[in-house]
């Protein structure tokens, strides 16, 4: 379902340099972001490399997806900058960089010495991004986490699931690539201050902080005294019916968000002896009596087949999609039409697909030029040029201050 790469357009952030000090998929997909709008993108790697590398199956060729998923368009270099040498290193490439991007543990960065005041002293010009967990101050700011913690704590694990049964979370990354995603545009943020004052700044986003911004509406509902959202399963808290409904061969998602929608669902289903039936008569009443409301409607939708739904609820313009399984949206037509998931050549993995940006600029997606990196792909390349000679390059292999990929390290 590929749709050939267009000749690239050099994206506004090329000449930039972004050291990039990750794991997981926060940090790095914020990078992914920034390497995909241009920039320079070196990803600082411990010795056994990000653990993303090692999060399979699932795998393709050996090759780790969710590894290929966030570190597109990126260098690698294996560097350990706890040592003398290490540090000198680094200290070289934040130099000249642009913006420094980290989600370590809590206070990793700082105890090594690359705290803001160093850094805002060794470069004043550099823009320091610094991700955590539950956030920079706090009872709770030195704590690791990952994004399911996250969804725990924040409450969004306790708002989803079916009525009565257990909390789910939601199974994507949901607050690592949101966060993410604010990272890349604070850092746009902060180049356009730069612009204007001459200096970088210290930026500070959390997984927390993203989990805040997507629970929005019921916060400021508890602000106003509601009670705490119960789980709903698909269901929406102020419009039913607004969920997932059984077919004869599958499920259909409808959204009734008015009363003449509703109607007009009624009619679609051959249905409308419930207009006028005690709990049907009104959104608010259907919302208090959303149970009945459900399943009386499930035992109608049930009789028809999902494409024969399909086709009546289009006919009558009742909003509604069919529930599809991924490997369904894989092959669908209007999945094909964005154009979104793009061949990227690898070494490796032959028939390598990716999802670009959700975004196009003049109809073009940001160009696709770097598969994700071997470990060390690229530590030899950037070494050479901070000015390291072939043998300084070896001795700091042997030393394992670096690491570089085999076919990439000095004869």
């Known amino acids: 379902m590929s749709t050939p790469i267009q000749e ?4 506004s952030l090329t000449g930039l340099r972004v050291i990039e000090i990750s794991t997981s998929v926060a940090a790095p997909f914020g990078g992914q972001i920034l390497g995909d709008l241009g920039a320079e993108v070196i990803k ?7 653990d993303t590398r090692k999060w399979a199956p699932p795998a393709w060729n050996g090759e780790s997806i969710a590894f290929m998923s966030f570190n597109r368009n990126k260098k690698s270099v294996v560097l350990d900058y706890k040592t003398d040498e290490g540090k000198k290193i680094l200290v070289d490439l934040l130099r000249d960089a642009d913006v420094l991007v980290q989600n370590l543990r809590p206070g990793a960065l700082a105890k090594a010495g690359f705290t803001w005041e160093y850094l805002h002293e060794l470069n004043p010009r550099l823009i320091y991004c610094e991700m955590s967990g539950y956030g920079h101050t706090g009872p709770r700011a030195m704590q690791p986490a990952y ?3 996250l969804q725990a704590f924040s409450g969004i694990v306790s708002m989803t699931g079916e009525d009565g049964g257990e909390p789910a979370r939601v199974p994507v990354s949901l607050l690592d690539m949101g966060t993410g995603m604010w990272m890349a545009m604070s850092v746009l943020e902060a180049l356009r201050r730069r612009d204007m004052t001459g200096n970088g700044c210290h930026v500070q986003n959390s997984l927390l902080q993203t989990a805040l911004t997507w629970i929005t509406s019921p916060l400021i509902g508890i602000a ?3 009670p705490a959202p119960r789980r709903l399963g698909s269901g929406f808290r102020g419009v039913v019916p607004y969920g997932a409904f059984p077919t004869a061969d599958g499920h259909i ?11 007009r669902l ?8 419930l207009g006028e039936r005690e709990g049907f008569t009104s959104n608010p009443v259907r919302v208090e009596n959303r149970k009945l409301v459900q399943d009386v409607l499930g035992e109608r939708t049930s009789q028809f087949t999902l494409d024969e739904l399909l086709v009546r609820l289009k006919a009558a313009n009742v909003p509604h999609s069919p529930v599809n399984t991924v490997d369904m949206v894989y092959r669908d037509e209007q999945v094909k039409a964005t154009g979104m998931l793009q061949p990227l050549p690898h ?3 032959e028939d390598l697909e990716v999802v670009n940006l959700p975004v196009t600029f003049d ?14 792909e690229d530590t030899v390349e950037v070494l050479a040029a901070l000015g390291r000679s072939e043998d300084e390059i070896r001795a700091l292999i042997a030393d394992g201050v670096v690491r570089a990929a085999t076919e990439q390290a000095p004869a």
Do not use: H, M, W
């Open 8 to 11: 690239p357009t050099p994206g």
């Open 253 to 263: 998602f409808i959204s009734a968000g008015n009363d003449d929608i509703f109607r």
């Open 347 to 349: 070494p490796v993995v």
């Open 147 to 149: 994004d399911p913690l």
């Open 224 to 226: 106003a005294g509601n």
């Open 363 to 376: 109809g073009q997606y940001p160009p696709l030029t770097k598969c994700p990196p071997a470990l060390g």
């Open 44 to 50: 600082i790697e411990r010795q056994a490399g990000d």
């Open 266 to 273: 009624l009619e679609a289903i051959d249905a409308q002896d």
